[in-house]
């Protein structure tokens, strides 16, 4: 319905202007994102050809010329497939046109592909009862692209590798990018205030300018002034959090940030075990002298998920057993943001110290949560994932924190056979961790969690937390002892500012426009 309204609202406007739908590939461009709108395909087919009567061959041409897709996620679950008996009762028109969009394709998969079935199969829009709308969107599009160079270069070499090696033209990259107007200069006016007077105000509208900001690395006076701002912004998080929930939290703790959908591949259940590990520390010996942390995660869970809703049950009782505990509080605070939204996180990551990205190498397709964290001068802990690969090329390795496994490590971990159960018994950490969740906290056993990482519904410990988890120990313990010399993270969160500006949504729209779009930039406007 939402498709057909937009279609047939393009299509108004445009005959109200040109009164044909000759040049109607130079005049318009439809955006695919993600598989929901996909149909799009073919209702525009349907209204060349039922309503405008155009031939087939050249209605499919424009078709292909107008759409481009851009995926998110090699995720199944946006990769949608829906019941062919159900697509061709509800939308019987729609479906006769997509059998007839399929049948052309294949056999030109065929003169590809010859005798190959299998590949052929793998690519049919229609194939096992299923209607698949990723495979729909590629065969109807002029361009696909994912949303980081590491998620590109996944996309043909897995999901779509067959598409690719039929049609590698269509396929390219364009980096996700972040409102910086927002997320930094409306978010963070004495971070930005501070930018004006040491490189001017250019960088609002040309972000690649914050790279100036890296001049003033070793000016000590920037320096304090970048710290001095971080802390009052602490300062203001810490009193829209006792006003909004009634929660008090140091801030001389470093405040250590987790904020994105709750899924098991993100592995908020990896932060989880290190935190829990932290407070098993502390319990066995409350005066340990260590860096006071304070853990706060920011997410929503999809409301049938059951895993994702049992890892927010952990990280809220292991936040309410130390409570609890006064001597351990003092050291250690988890705290879970209740109804975390965009006015919530426009105060919470200007505060951010520690941002962690700690997804399974090859499961993000890029983040921005990351890029607005970066702007804002935290260091990122993370794996070599998702937009992390291009941050870590901006920012260089002196200044963000890589562990674990890369994708393509993974991948043969996964081909050996990963044992999840043998890195819990070869570390005593590790093993000490996962038992206590069967004691669990504040009351409740979180025995299905460890059953989860040990034996699986299936596949033990899916994501691999076990196999990432001594290497990102280390790395954060290693993170925290940078901490402690104020000047050198001073330095690295100055650098981690400076670098951000590609990352930036006016460089991610330019290549859209530029590059798939085919727009032209208009001339500016004397003032």
């Not at 998110?72 to 829906?82: F, G, I, N, R, S």
């Not at 105000?201 to 006076?221: Q, S």
């Amino acid at each position: 319905f939402l498709v057909s309204a937009s279609i047939q609202s393009i299509i108004r406007d445009h005959m109200a202007v040109y009164g044909t739908l000759a040049n109607l590939e130079d005049k318009v461009a439809i955006h695919i994102n993600d598989t929901h709108p996909a149909l799009c395909i073919p209702e525009l087919m349907r209204i060349l050809v039922d309503e405008y009567f155009f031939p087939w061959d050249m209605a499919w041409d424009k078709v292909v010329k107008i759409c481009s897709y851009t995926n998110h996620t090699v995720m199944p679950e946006a990769l949608e497939k829906w019941n062919e008996d159900l697509f061709k009762l509800r939308l019987p028109r729609i479906y006769s046109i997509i059998k007839e969009i399929n049948e052309r394709f294949c056999k030109d998969a065929w003169n590809a592909f010859p005798g190959n079935w299998n590949r052929i199969s793998a690519m049919s829009i229609i194939g096992y009862g299923q209607v698949r709308m990723a495979n729909l969107c590629v065969i109807g599009s002029h361009y696909i692209n994912g949303v980081s160079k590491l998620h590109s270069d996944i996309l043909v070499k897995s999901i779509f590798k067959d598409f690719y090696a039929m049609y590698p033209e269509r396929f390219g990259n364009v980096t996700n990018g972040i409102a910086h107007r927002r997320w930094l200069c409306y978010s963070n006016p004495k971070l930005a205030e501070l930018l004006d007077n040491c490189i001017g105000t250019g960088y609002r509208h040309n972000p690649e300018e914050l790279a100036n900001f890296a001049k003033f690395a070793d000016d000590k006076t920037v320096l304090q002034t970048v710290r001095d701002i971080k802390h009052q912004n602490k300062i203001n998080f810490s009193n829209y959090l006792m006003k909004k929930t009634g929660v008090a939290i140091d801030t001389h703790s470093v405040y250590d940030v987790q904020i994105k959908r709750l899924h098991e591949y993100k592995r908020q259940l990896l932060n989880a075990l290190n935190i829990i590990g932290i407070y098993l520390d502390l319990k066995e010996n409350p005066n340990l002298d260590i860096q006071p942390q304070t853990f706060i995660f920011g997410a929503k869970a999809a409301p049938g998920y059951h895993m994702a809703k049992q890892i927010i049950k952990l990280l809220c009782y292991i936040g309410k057993d130390i409570e609890q505990n006064p001597a351990i509080r003092e050291k250690l605070r988890v705290v879970f943001l209740e109804d975390y939204n965009v006015s919530l996180a426009e105060s919470l990551i200007p505060s951010a110290e520690i941002s962690e990205q700690i997804s399974l190498a090859g499961k993000e397709a890029s983040g921005t949560g990351c890029m607005k964290l970066m702007i804002n001068g935290a260091l990122t802990i993370g794996t070599l994932d998702g937009a992390n690969v291009e941050m870590l090329a901006a920012a260089g390795e002196d200044n963000m924190f890589i562990f674990g496994l890369t994708a393509n490590e993974v991948d043969e971990l996964w081909l050996k056979g990963y044992n999840a159960a043998s890195y819990y018994a070869n570390n005593e950490r590790l093993k000490r961790i996962v038992n206590y969740l069967n004691v669990g906290f504040a009351g409740e056993s979180f025995s299905d969690i460890a059953n989860y990482l040990l034996s699986g519904y299936g596949i033990a410990d899916p994501y691999m937390c076990l196999a990432d988890f001594e290497s990102y120990r280390q790395t954060h313990e290693n993170l925290i002892t940078a901490y402690q010399d104020k000047e050198k993270w001073n330095r690295m969160s100055l650098m981690n500012i400076a670098s951000a500006g590609y990352f930036a949504a006016d460089r991610s729209i330019e290549d859209y426009a530029k590059n798939i779009w085919n727009l032209k930039k208009l001339p500016k406007e004397d003032k």
